[in-house]
Structures are given as C-alpha cells and as structure tokens.
C-alpha cells in the first residue's frame, strides 16, 4: 500500500468492521418492529457508505504516513501543516525521522573524520577483528607492504611468524607487543610493528589495531654511525702505533745512531701527515654534513676554477708523465654554488684520476652543458664535469659502495698512495648540497669515468672554443 493507491479490500474490510455494530444495531430495531424495515435498510445502507469513505480518508492518511517513515527527511514537525485525520501522528514521525537523518549525517561525518585522521597518521595502520580477519588498512600500507584487502587474513600482508604470533597473542587476550620483522622484496627494509588490543564493541569489528613503523634508514645511519666510529678508530690506530714505536726507539736503542734517527723521524712524518690529512678530511666532511641541508647562493666560474685545479695538481702529475687536459667552452655558464667546495669536489677526483691512472698517460676534465636538465636550477639547466682516468677500471660490485666513508677497492694501494678513504665521500655530501647528481662509469681494464651534474646559475649561448689546458 502506498500513498494515492489504496487497497478497496482494505478499505471494504475496515468499513466493514466498523459498521458491523450499527448494522446490528438496525437489524434488531427493524425485528422488534419500534423501526420500519425499508427506513433500516436505507439507515444501513448511508451509514455503510459513509463508514467506507471515512475508512478510506483514514487508510490514505495511515499510508501517507508511512510513507514518511520510509522517506527520512521529509515533510516538517509542525501538526499544524499536515491535513489528515492524524496529524499529530504524522508531525511526530517527521520529527523522529529529522532526528534520525541528523543523527546519521553526524555518525557520516564522523567516520570521514576518523578515516581521514587514520589516513593522515605518519604510520600506516592495519585494523583486525578477532578472528585476524582485516577490518581497515591505510593507504600506507598498500605502499609499503601490498594489497591489504578488507576481509582477507592478515597473513596475506605479513607473513612474518612473530607478527603473526604476536597478533594471536593480542587476540588471545593480550594488552599490547612489539614486534620487528624484515622484507626481503622489493628492497631489503626493516620494519616494527607495534600492536594495541581494542575494546570490541556491537558498533565495531575492530578488535586490535597495528602500526607499521620503517625503520630501515634507522638501522642504516645506526650501522653507519658504529663503522664510521670503527673505520676512524682503525685509520687512526696504525699511525699511532707508529709513532709511539719510533719514539720509544729513538729513546732507546737509536739514541745514538744518527742514520737510524733520520729514517724513523721520516716514519713518524709521513704518519703525522697521514693523520694530519685524515683529521683535515673528517672535519671537512662534517662541516659539509651539517651545511648539507642548506643550498649554496653564491656563483662559481667554472673555466677558471677548473684551471686553477688542474694548476694544483701539475707537479705531481709530471712527476709520473700524466698530462692533465682540461676541455670546456670559454663562455661555460657559471655554476650556483660554494667555490671552496666546488674546489674541493673537483681536486678530489682529479687527484684520485692521477692516482689511480697508469704512468705516462693522461687525464681528461670535459666542462660542458648537459643536455640532462636538473629541476633545481634556476631554469632547468645544468653545467656536466667529466673526470676520466685510464686507471685500472672499477669492478660493478664495488661502485654502490664507492662513496661510503673508508671503503676502498684496493685499501693498501690506497693507504699506499696517501687516500684517507674520505675523497669520494666528502664529493658525494658537496653534490647532494648543490642539488646535483654524481654517476660514476667504469670498466675493469679500460678506466674510470666520474660525471658530476650540477645546476647552472644562468644559460649563455654555448661557445666552440675551448680554453686551453
């Protein structure tokens, strides 16, 4: 039944019953002669016609208020705007069904308020009901971990056993745990989890609530920092040993021996130096460390500071027949940097490039501009120095590792030639302070090749003369 499509059975049916009595009522006046029959017929017949119109106006109203009942919202709570038989009734279920609605949009807006508060949390959450049966996953764990599909196990995220165990635990009555597991894909990554039992209620499914923590570049600084501590005291621990060796000889058995004086007062120089340059690198990488986050303003002109390097290193260059080549255009743009670190940066590979390059050979610095733009220039240029070496070439599984503090390819040829194993280290903090990138390319065999891309400071027409070397 609906409003303005009533039901004549219903209607019969209840103006049946309601003129039952009076019929009765008639038929017995009518027996008992104090009533003519033809005058009771006709008596029975306006009050039965009158009972069905009255039964219809009533049943239109029954309908036109169930009707509001299943329409939450409409209508208004005023007795007075609704015609009918019963308009208090009908009044009273608008009021219930403003009610209800508003009642309903608060609980709306009060699940969109605690999904985007567990959406914006920093860790992503996974909640389970007591069975381990996901209720709700953040957008974070879908990033970090997979697909978390509502109604699935939680086993089909982590399938680590402790996490798993410790789930168990939490749904067999436990309070809280605090569980690390590892990833072996995508990328090797730690993470800890950390888990709450909630309180289940008939409002929610929710039994325990966990929080996904990657800590993986925690763990990573945390190692860096103990070899860091580990690699200096070693550095430091053999040139120390040195020393007090030759001074505890020159007390002793070389008092008087000038011959032997002069050879161990030559040992303990070259340590001292080898300190000397160790501790200048360290302090040198920690003031690059603690400006890292701050971009240089200042600009660099880059032919004359590659001269300028190339000048530097000349001597001991020659003294193994390296010749140093520099090739860039005369009208190069100047680089947004530090020019202390920018010498600094480029010194470093040119002097590794001699190092390591074979006698009566040479070494190549190309200047010029990148056809790669970098998004921190200031308009999407960048300036591309090259520092290529015929040295021995770099095996693959040594060049991720290049730039770690104290790693070397070969450490005693390094020790050797005076490399603190900081060059490479302090290049990589100087590129990733001005915003650039460093690629290294090499070749067992056939040489070395340390590209480093940095954001110009301005766009010139490029030149085709280059400045001599």
Sequence with gaps: MNRGNISWWRVLALAGMASAPVLAALAVLAVLGMLEPDAALIAGIVCAVALVAVARHLLRNIAEIAGRAREPGTGTAHADHHPGLLPEFAAAIDRANSAWEREYQQLTAQVAAAET???????????????????????????????????ADLSSVVRDPGVLAAADRILAGGDRELVEFETLFPTQSTFTVQMRKLAVSPESEAAAVLAFHDT???????????????????????????????????????????????????????????????????????????????????????????????????????????????????????????????????????DNAVKYSGDNSAVRIIARNSSEPLPESADGTSIEISVIDDGPGIADEHKLRLTERFYRVDAARSRELGGTGLGLAIVKHIVNRHRGRLEIESEVGRGSTFTVRLPAAETRDPADATTPS
């Design 117 to 151: 508060i567990l959406e914006g949390l920093p860790y992503p959450l996974i909640l389970i009901d007591s069975d381990r049966y996901i209720v709700h996953a953040t957008v974070g764990v879908t990033e970090l971990l997979g697909t978390a599909s509502r109604g």
């Design 216 to 350: 993986t570049e925690i763990r990573k600084i945390h190692q860096a920092r103990a070899d860091f501590v580990a690699n200096a005291s070693h550095e430091l621990k053999t040139p120390l040993a040195v020393l007090a060796g030759c001074i505890k000889t020159l007390q002793g058995a070389a008092t008087d021996d000038p011959e032997a004086q002069r050879k161990f007062v030559e040992m303990m120089d070259t340590h001292i130096a080898r300190m000397t340059r160790l501790t200048e690198d360290l302090l040198s990488l920690s003031c690059i460390e603690m400006n890292e986050m701050t971009p240089p303003g200042g600009v660099v002109n880059l032919p004359d500071l590659l001269s300028d390097v190339a000048r530097s290193l000349q001597i001991p260059a020659a003294e193994r027949g390296i010749d140093i080549r520099v090739e860039s255009p005369l009208s190069l743009p100047g680089i947004r940097g530090d020019e202390e670190e920018i010498t600094q940066l480029l010194q470093n590979l040119v």
